[in-house]
RNA sequence: GCGCGCGUGGCGGAAUUGGCAGACGCGCCAGACUUAGGAUCUGGUCCCGGAAGGGGUGGAGGUUCGAGUCCUCUCGCGCGCACCA
């Protein structure tokens, strides 16, 4: 027969899709041997090692429990898990859970106990719009889908411990979002210890002498609390949604119109939280770039609160004061009584400078200070205002608007009389929905008094003597700034800002005040598809409702099943058309909204930890081992926390605020109520970047640049996925795809296949496989490896070539450069393929380096390695990483540059150990270099050891 | 507008504290093996030039013996926030 008539049969071999190696039958059979051995299920302190466990035999614990100081130190390292969407995966997913699994095998050969967990986020809007079309159970859809996900990302062969998986929507799960909602619900945040704490603790004021008074109280200070707040209402999705899910006007999800709309809702006070959200960032090891959006999130802003009387048009002396001073026994006279404006300023420093004050138009105080005269005009904008949707209001923001109120206001350093405007710059939802104008040193007041011929009043001198003082808004010294009782003429800006604060303290017209952008979280949606709330809604003996919990003993609180996933015709959430469930035999009704999606990411990275406990959201001993620094063995040394919670937790941008702060603010109320140890969940984080089409645009379907992962694997295979997705660039950049990046790794992986098995070999086996493919996986078992291989000592260049390989492979590993990981063993592979005989020894050695990323081929030629020494290969995934040596990397002789001025003109070889004075000399006699001093002025000579040599001559 | 980040071959990217720019891969060119090659192996590949040599990291200056790296200005791109007082 000839040898090539089963080739010419095979449409793959004949197109020259001839595979580089067998990875169709090695990746099965790796996959089916670590789910058979459980190769990566971590251990909680307590938990039997099971003796023939790889882990076990590594660190001496096989066959009984082992306690948290036994157990080697702990690297928790965390994938964001996904929302699993009937899509499948899409080649962005397995980026980063690339990178972590890497990570992941890379740190259990270094020794340490590694969890690495992966679950589902499966609550969500798109399965509950498929339960409204079709009338399948939100939890069909969602079963399926996850399906898809796990058989997908399990093809890539991701070392998770999928004993520890979880699923948001798994009653088992919610009961403990439900329990952790009843902690919020059951607690206050206390100003004066700065921490939340049980309710219980609350002291009532002396007032709260009736229980509905007290429980007003009480109800006024929980954490998660019902406000009646105007929110976002999106028609479209039929629900509300967080300030964090709108953008420009419209929703997050789907890009629907939202309209605010007064509704009772749920919120939660991450408010109080703020400060220490700010703060505690300064102790976790996040990217720059996070912690800004994270600040600007929080938007702490240090100013003052002052008081500015009402200019009342009747009263007398208070008229246009042209030099006619107005005392502050005057003023304070004004200020008796309620009759008042309070704003809200950065720059108390330029007080001097306030030409004009301009309230919202939603403000409270505009009814009472408009003049008869300017009433219509004022009414008129306020309408006009309210018609327009916040889109409007933030996009036609170009050309200031607003209209005069006709009262007047006293400046309280300078008694002057100065006009009350209303204008839609000035948001009523921020400060206290009132500001000072300063034209002179702010842009938007500056445009606005330009537009409307207000007055302009420098009151800072910019440090530069040239720059113009119109519109500077930047630090420098006060001017202009004397009053009857204060003056800051000639300070810095900033201690101008805190002489005129201390002096409106001691006025009792203003106080220092810290303001934030952010805002409470809106915390109930209307929706089906979401965890219900564990409340009851009853009704006191006037009437009046009150909420109060479930006791913990009644979760999970499961949702009722229904026909009909539709809103009621009445706008009521969907649960409210579940009467039986909705109201109880005692007469109290149930809360009809649910959770948002955010709900069940807040703390999914805690359930991991212990996840089958049926007793508790996750037991003390586990929680302490894996996030804590109880562990005296733990290798992590956080200088300013005392504790690194999740050692690394990788995900994309998209999280950079909403979910990343959610959790954060949860965790901390869990520290504070003692269930957790420590104040912060996720020590560092990486944000890995955007995969983009071959095209170079964002992937979408409709630009019809979406790779699909499954294609990549039936070609390639999961090794060449893994590597390529990790060879493209540094983890943290976008960058676009490109399938014949894919076939270069490939190829490498095939370079390293035929490192090992010969030609002959290879070929034998194919055509085997070709006869009869039903035996391919026996005919795999019995490839050797090739006769090249063998054991046998490894020359010095041989050695020395592995040992800068194992260098790079561990720094770059260390510091996440899976790139150039890979590129050096390449370059170490590209060596090796040249030579004659191969060490075992040295090859085996190489498969640990290439195990974390290419861990199927790996363990196949690993156990080939062994086989062929007649041994039973020990467990790759637990062999110790190996350490280089680095006096095998000194060279006797080096190799340096010879520059003049700079240019390099010749090299000279050197012993490595040479003073200074010998290379110097040595440099000065190299041949070439001598040829381009001719003529030429020696001036100085710069020796760098190791490094090069540079002739400064002219 | 403000804040953050980034600009290096035809392409993705290397160059860890200022020290031989372009590692590694893709693509391309040539050769070997071959009935064949979209397999594999070998060599080449920043630009100009036959060579010697010269030029070169978005642009313009500067510091330095020496700059992709540091400083100033400027242009372009990406991301975030967007009237937050």
Redesign the pocket.
Known sequence: MHP?LG??HSSR??????R?YPFHLIEPKSQSRWEAEQTFRAFNPGDEVPAEHPFGKRHDLGGRQATAAELPPKYYILDMFPYPSGAGLHVGHPEGYTATDILARYQRARGRHVLHPMGWDAFGLPAEQYAIQTGQHPRLTTEANIATFKRQIQSLGFSYDWSREVNTTDPDYFRWTQWIFLKLYNSWFNPATNRAEPIETLTYPNDCDTESKRRAHRDGKRLAYVSEAPVWWCEALGTVLANEEV?DGRSERGNHPVVRKPMRQWMLRITAYAERLLADLDTIDWS??LK??QR??I?R?E?AEVDFAIARPTAAGLTESAGDPVTAACLAEQLTGTDKIR?????PDTLFGATYMVL?PEHPWVDAITTAEQRATVEAYRTEVAKKSDLE??E??KE?TGVFTGGYAINPVNGERIPIWIA?????????????A?PAH???DF?FATKFELPIVQVVQPPVEQADWRGFTGDGTSVNSTGPEVSITGLPTSEAKSKIIAWLEEQGLGQKTI?Y?LRDWLFSRQRYWGEPFPILWRKDEDGVPYHEALPESALPLLPPALDDYKPTSDGQPPLARAQEWLNLPDGATRETNTMPQWAGSCWYYLRYLDAANSGCFVDGDAEQYWMGVSNPKSEIRNPKSAAPGVDLYVGG?EH??LHLLYARFWHKVLFDLGHVSTAEPFYKLVNQGLIMGEDGQ?MSKSRGNVVNPDEILAEYGADAFRLYEM????LQ????W?T??V???Y??L??VW?LFIDEAGEKDFEQRCMAQPGEEASFLAELKPAPRVQEVAPTAAQLKGLHACIK?VT??LD?M?F??A??AM??FV?EA??WEIRPAGLLRTFLQLLAPLAPHLAEELWAKLHEHLAQVAPSLSYAPWPAFDPALLVEDEI???V?I????RD?IRVPADADNDAVQAAALAAE?AKSFLEGKTIK?V?V?PG??V?I?AG
Do not use: C
């Open positions: 090539d080739f010419a071999l004949m197109s020259g899709m001839r580089q953008i720059d770039s800004e959006m600007n999130w938007g802003s100013g704003v809200f300023t950065t720059r919202a209001r933030t036609l923001a200031k839609d710059y000035v948001l009523i939802s921020y400060g206290t929905g009132a500001i000072m300063v702010d842009t938007r445009e303001n952008k941008t950079a605020v964002k060879f493209m660039g540094p950049d976008s960058k676009p490109n014949k990046g076939e270069g790794v190829r490498f095939g370079r035929r790079k720094e770059d510091g450069r790139n150039t890979i590129s390449m370059v590209n393929g040249k190799e340096l540059p520059m001025n700079g240019k390099v090299h070439r100085k710069i760098v490094k090069l540079n400064a």
